[in-house]
């Protein structure tokens, strides 16, 4: 499953004209008039030179056209400016397509990926045949390939895991749930989050002990993992310094699974975040545990057993960031609590809120993502919403408010978000990933950021 970086092959996009000459009705650049002419290729300067306050000189990126204009650098990764007869160009490396001004972004919509996640720097996504491929950071394990160290710029296969139809990844490990209901999980295990009854990081899938069968959902936190059970109870293994396992207790760690109290039914949808956990009961209502020192439990405090918040209509979905928490309404509607130092709760205040608000703006929403400090929305026209803490994905927005992802505005099916990246899936099974990059999770071949989606090519 490792792939080759894209190569290079140029598609020649004109953005701006260098001189005031507008395109042309077919968008191509026009030719300069005779004045320009006579001025960057006329008897003042030699052939291929323009005449700038410096004097004669080459015309380049630096100085192009009469009026020695600079051309603007690409705002991301995979394109480079040019000037050519006195016009600012833009091109896009081969499989990507210009996007937006100064931007490439992947062109592909059609792929066989059923699942994809994100966690630290890594990222991993199960394809139709079940099987795992990850990518970036491999420090700990997390990308499941037997090595604990290093890192890859594009897709490796996952070991032991197969028949996947869900994953979920913590800040340095990942969990794989089959479509069996059994639940494997790889990379750190310093604080037991493997759940294979050790503390000792592995590069191989192990399963987790006890819940070989029955599992519906899974949620990787920091440093804990959670699983509904097929009968809606809910089991936490990991770190549980901040009472985020649920099982009454806010001290140490459980390397194997304990239940968390009062939940022994009805869970059907669970989110951890950095170190607190929050579910979906019967009836749509939501109840969380652990960390709440920045309101994600719906007050001021912290608990070790799940504590039920009052929402304001029926929830069908929920995600939770570093300190922070988004659900979904029946009606479409969305709203945040918790942390909101980056804005990401969506709106213009930069104040915690211990009681869900709406999230301005939004209508249709079907799901949501939270990681880090950001958040995402997909709303029913498969278009992508975010807000919070950069990147979000090139997005043009107020302090803290939601904007449209440029490139997809359409077509998308899931999206997922963590601190520094996050990737969308399209509705034909094409994977698109954006941000910092620093550990190739990005799975474009390069380390190279991208502030707007691209393509994750060899997977």
Not at 266 to 275: E, L, P, Q, Y
Not at 430 to 440: I, Q, R, V, Y
């Amino acid at each position: 499953m490792r792939a080759s970086p894209p190569a290079s092959v140029g598609l020649l996009l004109a953005v701006a004209a260098c001189s005031s000459s507008a395109p042309n009705a077919a968008g191509s650049p026009t030719t300069t008039d005779a004045g320009d002419a006579a001025r960057y290729d006329g008897a003042a300067c030699g052939h291929g030179d323009v005449m700038c306050a410096d004097g004669c000189q080459p015309e380049s990126v630096a100085a192009c056209g009469a009026s020695c204009k600079v051309c603007p650098q690409p705002a991301t990764s995979h394109g480079s400016a040019d000037c050519l007869s006195g016009q600012c160009t833009f091109e896009c490396e081969g499989g990507y397509a210009m996007c937006a001004t100064q931007s490439c972004c992947g062109a592909e919509t059609m792929g066989d990926v059923v699942a994809i996640a994100v966690g630290g720097t890594t990222t991993c996504a199960a394809i139709s045949s079940g099987l795992v491929g990850c990518w970036g950071s491999d420090a700990y394990g997390n990308l499941g390939d037997g090595m604990t160290s290093g890192f890859s710029v594009v897709p490796v296969q996952a070991n032991g895991l197969r028949n996947v139809a869900q994953l979920s990844l913590g800040e340095r490990h990942g969990c794989a749930l089959s479509t069996g209901g059994t639940v494997r999980c790889w990379g750190d295990d310093a604080q037991g989050q493997l759940g294979d009854g050790q503390r000792t990081p592995s590069g191989t899938a192990t399963v987790v002990n006890g819940i070989t069968g029955g599992v519906t959902a899974i949620a990787a936190g920091s440093m804990h993992t959670c699983a509904i059970l097929s009968g809606g109870a809910v089991s936490c293994w990991g770190a549980d310094m901040s009472g985020q396992l649920g099982n009454g207790q806010t001290t140490g760690s459980s390397v194997v699974p304990v239940p968390v109290m009062g939940l022994t039914s009805g869970a059907t949808a669970i989110a951890a975040g950095a170190a607190f956990t929050c579910a979906v009961v019967s009836g749509g209502a939501v109840k969380c545990w652990g960390d709440g020192l920045h309101g994600q439990l719906g007050g001021p405090a912290s608990s070790a057993t799940p504590l039920a918040l009052t929402m304001p209509a029926s929830v069908m979905a929920i995600a939770a960031g570093a300190n922070h928490v988004c659900a979904v309404m029946t009606g479409g509607s969305a709203v945040c609590w918790g942390a909101n130092d980056q804005g990401q709760l969506g709106s213009t205040q930069s104040t915690m809120s211990a009681v869900p608000v709406a999230v301005p703006g939004l209508t249709g929403v079907i799901a949501v993502a939270a990681g880090g400090n950001e958040t995402c929305a997909l709303d029913r026209a498969g278009a992508v919403h975010c807000w919070g803490e950069d990147p979000v994905g090139d997005v043009n927005m107020g302090p803290g408010q939601p904007g449209i992802v440029p490139s997809l505005s359409s077509g998308v099916a899931h999206v997922t978000a963590v601190t520094g990246h996050a990737c969308a899936l399209t509705t034909g099974g094409a994977p698109k990933c954006w941000g910092t990059n620093e550990s190739g999770d990005l799975g474009d071949g390069t380390i190279v950021p991208s502030w707007v989606p691209i393509d994750v090519p060899g997977i």
